[in-house]
């Protein structure tokens, strides 16, 4: 595994902004990482992500070498724009215009945390969609919320069908899984213990529900919403 040059991590950690320089010295390293995730031995490693599977400076985020598969979670753009406004404390409106755009997820040097490359949510979906060298399944937010019991019975088919890994108990387990992820238990665990995902301006598991958008976007931010997501938002039935 390759280690990190001391010229590469000062560009990185030296400064209070991520530039451009410190974003290719990131990007370099995106594969090794997640090389020595897997290093220790050869168990499944779960790793949750907000970045888009793009490809930087040459440098791509991940491949067939490090992640045998993965599973996309999508969320309707509109209510997107909603719990992104309230994590980051914007207005709708900046917030609007930040997700229509090409960005990283803030440049600001923040302890424990690295850029992460989100860019625009079409985009984020299509990086994901064109990466068919491994299994991979998509799952809408959405059908988590209207039907949880059918949403997890696809994933553990994904697991066995190709992995080969069966679950025992499926049934009792699957009935563990809805009631310790059910959103007033989140919140709870959130309230006493925390959780690092929370931003200094909201707790993280704040609402959960859908359709937040409607009544709260305007209709010109509607509008301009469908127009750059047509044709995705068609595709996954938000429109």
Same mark, same amino acid.
């Given at each position: 595994i390759k280690k990190i040059s001391l010229n590469d991590y000062n560009k990185i $950690?030296?400064?209070?902004?991520?530039n451009e320089e410190a974003q290719i010295a990131l990007a370099k390293y995106w594969i090794?990482?997640?090389?020595? +995730? %897997?290093?220790?031995?050869?168990?499944?490693? $779960?790793f949750k992500t907000h970045n888009a599977r793009l490809r930087f400076k040459n440098y791509y985020y991940t491949n067939q070498i490090t992640s045998l598969g993965f599973i996309y979670i999508i969320r309707d753009p509109?209510?997107?724009?909603?719990?992104?406004?309230?994590?980051?404390?914007?207005?709708? !409106?900046?917030?609007?215009?930040?997700?229509?755009?090409?960005?990283i997820m803030g440049t600001q040097n923040t302890k424990n945390r690295m850029p992460e490359f989100i860019y625009n949510w079409k985009d984020?979906?299509?990086s994901w969609k064109s990466y068919i060298e491994v299994p991979r399944l998509f799952i809408r937010y959405e059908d988590l919320l209207n039907d949880i019991d059918f949403e997890i019975n696809r994933m553990i088919e994904f697991f066995y069908k190709n992995y080969n890994i069966e679950i025992e108990n499926? %049934?009792?387990?699957?009935?563990? +899984?809805?009631?310790?992820?059910?959103? !007033?238990?989140?919140?709870?665990?959130?309230?006493?213990?925390?959780?690092?995902?929370q931003s200094e301006h909201t707790i993280f598991f704040r609402s959960g529900k859908k359709n937040q958008w409607k009544n709260k976007l305007t209709k010109n931010q509607e509008v301009l919403i469908k127009k750059y997501f047509e044709k995705e938002m068609i595709q996954l039935k938000y429109i």
């Open positions: $950690f030296d400064h209070n902004i991520y090794e990482a997640q090389k020595k +995730i %897997n290093y220790h031995n050869n168990n499944f490693k $779960f509109r209510d997107v724009i909603m719990s992104y406004s309230k994590w980051k404390n914007s207005s709708i !409106e900046y917030t609007v215009n930040f997700l229509l755009n090409n960005n984020h979906y299509k499926k %049934n009792i387990k699957i009935k563990n +899984i809805i009631k310790c992820t059910e959103f !007033e238990n989140l919140q709870k665990l959130e309230n006493d213990k925390g959780f690092n995902e």
